[in-house]
């Protein structure tokens, strides 16, 4: 009888491939199990940063000083499908699955945009893009819109809220960059933030006109209003702070939508 020969080449090669075929099965079933359960996650962690934004979440608390969580609070907020160009609802796309900075890398789906138009760095801009609303009694109380723009690093990625007025910043939050830590990656810091509510958008020519200043005007003054603290020792990422939020608020951005919502007020 021919001996087993456990050492042989051929017998190693046939474990080693039976143990990773075993382990690639356990693996993929895994992602695969838990996919349903991260996309949740995914899509929790995007409320939460649009609650904070629009001020409705304190701190790092998952509840609403009222004891309300994430979901209800959320359900509030309409979500829609706007026409940048137009300002115009579509309601031809689904908001639970379009994705804007997907859109924007698809040649049919955005625009390219001018050096001169580009101030947030992003060389293509989609078409359409998400907005999250929400009434008291059919009247705006909050729009939250999704923003970005390059920092020094890479691209920051968060939401700007507006309060009813459309006029005042209500907040403004960073759910991804690769802003150094200490540096342009104060974004994060609560003191920071906490700087942004009260802060005025549109200058008297209907013109997004923050400004994020190393020395601030005089308080009372006109341009006082518009203006944020820079983060010290992050001048990139203040600028590119500072480009995304007049980008996307002035008329390659949402412009034409904020407008549709003020004279319809
Ligand atoms: C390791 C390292 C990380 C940096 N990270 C940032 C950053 O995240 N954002 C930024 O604007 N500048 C960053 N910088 C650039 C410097 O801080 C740069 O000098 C600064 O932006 C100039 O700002 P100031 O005019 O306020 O001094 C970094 C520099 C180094 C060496």
């Not at 994020?212 to 005089?218: F, G, H, N, Y």
């Amino acid at each position: 009888m021919a001996s087993f020969e456990k050492d042989g080449l051929k017998n190693v090669f046939i474990v080693a491939l039976g143990v990773c075929l075993v382990c690639s099965v356990v693996v993929s079933g895994i992602a695969v199990a838990l996919k349903p359960q991260q996309q949740l996650n995914k899509a929790l962690d995007q409320k939460q940063n649009i609650l904070r934004a629009a001020g409705m979440l304190p701190g790092d608390s998952l509840v609403a000083e009222d004891g309300r969580g994430v979901d209800e609070l959320f359900s509030e907020f309409e979500v829609r499908v706007v026409d940048l160009e137009t300002g115009e609802f579509l309601d031809d796309i689904d908001a639970d699955t379009f994705d804007p900075v997907k859109a924007a890398k698809k040649p049919d789906l955005s625009i390219p945009l001018s050096g001169e138009q580009d101030i947030a760095t992003l060389r293509r801009r989609e078409n359409a893009s998400l907005v999250y609303i929400k009434r008291v009694e059919g009247e705006i109380d909050k729009l939250v819109l999704p923003v970005r723009g390059y920092g020094l690093w890479g691209t920051l990625f968060g939401y700007l809220a507006l309060d009813s007025d459309l006029q005042t910043i209500s907040g403004l939050g960073f759910y991804q960059h690769k802003e150094t830590p200490g540096l342009g990656g104060e974004v994060d810091n609560p003191r920071w933030k906490a700087l942004w509510p009260g802060v005025q958008l549109y200058d008297a020519d209907n013109q997004p006109n923050v400004q994020l200043v190393k020395t601030r005007s005089a308080a009372g003054s006109a341009s006082a209003a518009y203006e944020v603290d820079a983060l010290s020792g992050a001048t990139f990422t203040t600028r590119g702070v500072q480009n995304l939020v007049n980008f996307w608020t002035g008329d390659l951005g949402f412009g034409p939508f904020i407008a549709r919502l003020k004279a319809q007020a």
